[in-house]
């Protein structure tokens, strides 16, 4: 081993070394809906992002009101760490260096939902990631997909990329009807969207109709995902009333009703550790 190779090579067992998050500026920022705001983000490294990382989350860290973009590029590299946050790639162009993402815009209580309502081109946020997409493997005989706002990225990454000859149900729950998106879905997947005007409201409407649905026969994959309280309820049923194994259900809690996000997390390691 050259010295060069023995010197640089971590111990068995040690993380690898963080990677100092990027620093990304907003080219767009636009009310897609009336409760969603999609940002277009970019910066020279997003042309090393795996293309096809649509549906993959990653971390956003948000600047303090006033901060310079140097100030704030010297704080992702030496800290404090930022504010940060949870979202989704909902589109990746590495060829241009930009990907988009979708925010709830649930108010100006949460950072990211404000600082969301405010950019405008030039505006700028941290960013590390993406991690690894969710579904990568289309193998079910049927695909259950349900989302609420937070979570519709991730349905709509996954829906686009099913097979298209892809059979099965979509639930996704929505504040107003004029929040609908057009979703590239496989013509066998049904989609349903569900008026749900207050998302603080604790809502069963997913549950009831999941549980109402005539369950085919044959492998089903799901790609669940959403405020924590439906899917502890969700995750219930399709484990121990259906039997589907852990591998073939991705359903993961998004967001919590009354808890920033990382009393949520927080919330998340304790119950998976307990
Ligand atoms: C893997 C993953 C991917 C995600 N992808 C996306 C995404 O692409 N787009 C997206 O919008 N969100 C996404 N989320 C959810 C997002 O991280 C949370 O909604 C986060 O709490 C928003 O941060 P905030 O600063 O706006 O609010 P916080 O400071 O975390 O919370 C402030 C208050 O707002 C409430 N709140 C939080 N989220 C919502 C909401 N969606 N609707 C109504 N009230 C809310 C909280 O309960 C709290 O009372 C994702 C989460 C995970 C775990």
Redesign the pocket.
């Known amino acids: 081993m050259s010295q060069t190779a023995s010197t640089t090579a971590r111990k068995p067992g040690t993380p690898p070394k963080r990677r100092t998050p990027r620093l990304l500026t907003v080219i767009a920022a636009r009310h897609i809906t009336p409760n ?1 705001i999609r940002i277009t983000l970019t910066a020279p490294e997003l042309g090393d992002i795996p293309a096809g990382c649509e549906g993959a ?1 990653c971390k956003i860290m ?1 600047p303090e009101d006033g901060q310079s973009a140097g100030a704030f590029a010297a704080q992702l590299a030496d800290g404090p760490r930022p ?1 940060t ?4 790639i ?1 589109h990746a162009r590495p060829e241009r260096q930009e990907i988009d ?4 815009a ?2 100006d ?8 309502r405010r950019a405008a081109p030039g505006s700028f946020c941290g960013f590390a990631g993406p ?1 690894p997409v969710k579904l990568t493997e289309f193998y079910a005989d049927w695909y259950l997909v349900a989302a ?7 349905a709509a990454a996954t829906l686009e990329a099913m097979p298209r000859d892809a059979k099965g149900v979509a639930l996704i729950e929505i504040t107003s009807e004029d929040d609908r998106q057009s979703v590239d879905a496989p013509p066998g997947v049904a989609m349903n969207w569900l008026l749900q005007p207050d ?2 409201a604790p809502s069963d409407a997913q549950e009831r109709l999941i549980r109402a649905l005539d369950w085919p026969s044959g492998t089903v994959q799901t790609c669940i ?1 959403g ?1 924590s309280g439906v899917i502890r309820a969700l995750r219930a049923f399709l484990h121990n009333e259906k039997g589907l194994s852990k591998k073939e259900t991705y359903i ?14 927080q919330m998340k390691r304790a119950e998976a550790n307990g």
């Not at 946050?85 to 989704?88: A, K, N, Q, S």
């Not at 993402?101 to 709830?104: C, G, N, R, T």
Request: charged share 20%; net charge negative; aromatic share 10%.
């Open positions: 969603m989350h948000l504010v946050r949870t979202y989704t909902r993402l979708d925010f709830v649930h108010g209580e949460g950072p990211a939902s404000a600082w969301a991690g609420d706002m937070s979570a519709l990225p991730v998302p603080h995902a405020e993961s809690g998004y967001w919590k009703i009354g808890l920033v996000e990382d009393e949520h997390q």
